[in-house]
């Protein structure tokens, strides 16, 4: 009680000491001088100025009766186009921009270089760093993965060499507060398929021999054949060894050119990979 007599004082004796006192002018504050300037410009001295100061903000500000070009927001936005007021100052009000992503190619060899890009667009920004994040395939979050900037129209670039990319992972990146989408790299596996013959007769074992990188040890890896244009079909199945490699024999009841193909079928890591085609000669 005895606190709340005391401010109370105080305030009633404030009161009266400003009835008291003269006038004083307001002070005026100097806008720095832009082209076109922040606020309008005082004409007359600070101690004859007795209107409110208008206070400078980093925000659109134009010639009376003009139209303010898009420009940046303080948040990292981007503001829609907007008449200035008669005061020559104006708080747009803004709209977010974005930030795109893209990566290429899409899918992927695995061990093949992959550059990932984009840009923030609405409201392009020289220098801004932008960070990459990924998340590798069988792991349930992201990681920082590298960094950049922009570069003068807002656009920015990740090259990722060869030997980074072997499996599908996701990624995305973040710059100046915004995220952009997420994008789902799928990358095949590079299957190999060579034979110990590319002419054979009928009846004549061949042998075919592979490897698949990434390593798959352990998984099967089917063999389809067809002849002339017509459907695939599964002649054999290979255990990947702890090389992840295989090897499998065989031969061929018919004469006539075959084609033959070593498949991975698709699991987390990587998706369906085929190896390039053989063709075999088989004559009777």
């Known amino acids: 009680m005895r606190r709340s007599i005391v401010l109370i004082s105080f305030v009633v004796a404030a009161v009266a000491l400003s009835m008291l006192a003269p006038a004083s002018p307001a002070r005026a504050i100097i806008c720095p001088q832009a082209s076109p300037p922040c606020c309008p410009v005082p004409t007359q001295g600070a101690r004859s100025v007795h209107v409110a100061p208008i206070c400078c903000q980093p925000t659109t500000c134009c010639a009376t009766g003009t139209t303010a070009s898009t420009v940046c927001c303080a948040t990292g936005t981007t503001a829609s186009t907007v008449c200035c007021p008669s005061a020559g100052c104006c708080t747009p009000p803004c709209v977010a921009g974005t930030l795109t992503i893209g990566s290429s190619p899409n899918p992927s060899k695995a061990g093949a270089k992959v550059v990932i890009s984009g840009a923030i667009t609405g409201n392009p920004q020289s220098g801004a760093q932008v960070v990459l994040w990924r998340e590798p395939a069988g792991q349930s979050s992201f990681k ?3 960094q950049t900037t922009t570069d003068g129209s807002g656009h920015y670039t990740f090259t990722l060499g060869r030997g980074k990319v072997m499996a599908d992972q996701a990624w995305y990146v973040t710059s100046v507060g915004l995220r952009s989408s997420t994008v789902q790299q799928r990358v095949n596996a590079v299957v190999g398929l060579s034979s110990s013959a590319r002419s054979t007769v009928v009846g004549h074992v061949i042998r075919l021999t592979g490897r698949v990188t990434p390593s ?61 085609t053989v063709t075999v000669t088989v004559k009777g």
């Open 216 to 276: 798959h040890a352990g998984e099967v890896v089917l063999i389809e054949a067809r002849r002339g244009g017509g459907a695939w079909h599964v002649i054999q199945r290979a255990r990947l060894g702890h090389g992840s490699s295989y090897a499998v024999s065989g031969h061929f009841g018919q004469p006539g050119p075959v084609q033959v193909k070593a498949v991975l079928p698709g699991d987390e890591r990587n998706a369906r990979s085929t190896s390039p």
């Open 144 to 146: 920082q993965m590298s």
